[in-house]
DNA sequence: CTAATAGGTTGCAATATGAAACTAAATAGT
DNA sequence: ACTATTTAGTTTCATATTGCAACCTATTAG
């Protein structure tokens, strides 16, 4: 991470890019959700170099998105998701629904999802008001709070 | 994009990332979300250097993402969001929602976001059903569509 | 006890990034 | 009309990152 860090930007979603932005990171998390762990599952799965994914792995651990630990009954690495790590599931997603649309496959969806618990289709993500109004693309607008600094 | 391209592997995701997720493209697509068109207000915005905002500038046109014309009236140059574009305004507030809880501005939110319309805040990126019950984390299971293919 | 698997590290060539200098065209100022 | 400035780049070069292949060590399987 020596290429210039997005860190000193006062915006959230630099933040968020310092942490996940790196090549292959958003894979190798999409991987973890489909319930990936294990170090060669990784290098199987997406065919990354194996130095680059210990260089991913550690960084997504030091930024508390991936906790690494010896798996329970053995004396193998499994790399699990954190609450931060989980968290990242409608970034995952978003990226997903707009690769399914704006770049589909030629036979059709690759994966659907459902609500484990009902079985009921998951919606497209959307972004909407508190009270659950659709919010139109143009229809945002940006409200400097506390937070903001000007260089 | 001469590192190994994502094209191959059959995600969206992967296809997603192949439009959008070289260093600074989603930076440079929050700042059109923003309403900025111009090379140099992405430049000053920034501190991207010149020589790769203009790659990614052609890189976004080239995927369909932004559309570069003559401003109307002058003529400058301006690079306007298209449909696919806005609809990567998900994965930009899911990252900014992501990056306001887990790396924090010590003094408070930078950006908040209302619906113009109505003025009412938006709600935090989420994952819902179609019926509109939110999902939890690991409430998601996935299904293989048609689209699925094994190597 | 031996081979295979898991999880790495190291070295090197191929690529990408960042900074600065240089262009060329359009616009603004006098 | 002439000059200076702004806009939107391109080029060059040093430095950083990525990708590939080979190597390594500790566990596990047979």
């Given at each position: ?9 006062n ?134 709070g506390p937070g903001v600094?000007?260089?």
């Open positions: 991470m020596k290429y210039k860090s997005y860190k000193s930007m915006c959230s979603m630099a933040q968020a890019l310092d942490a996940i932005g790196e090549r292959w990171s958003l894979l190798i998390l999409r991987e973890a959700f489909y319930g990936k762990t294990r170090f060669n599952q990784f290098l199987d799965e997406l065919g990354i170099a194996r130095n680059i994914l210990s260089a991913r792995l550690n960084h997504l651990v030091e930024e508390g998105i991936l906790e690494k630990r010896p798996a329970a009954e053995t004396s193998h690495t499994e790399y699990v998701l954190t609450d931060a790590g989980r968290a990242l599931r409608t970034v995952i997603m978003s990226l997903i629904h707009w690769g399914d649309e704006y770049r589909p496959h030629p036979d059709g969806e690759r994966f659907s999802f459902v609500d484990s618990q009902s079985g009921e289709p998951i919606r497209k993500m959307g972004i909407h008001t508190v009270s659950g109004k659709e919010v139109g693309p143009g229809k945002i607008k940006v409200v400097p600094r000007k260089n």
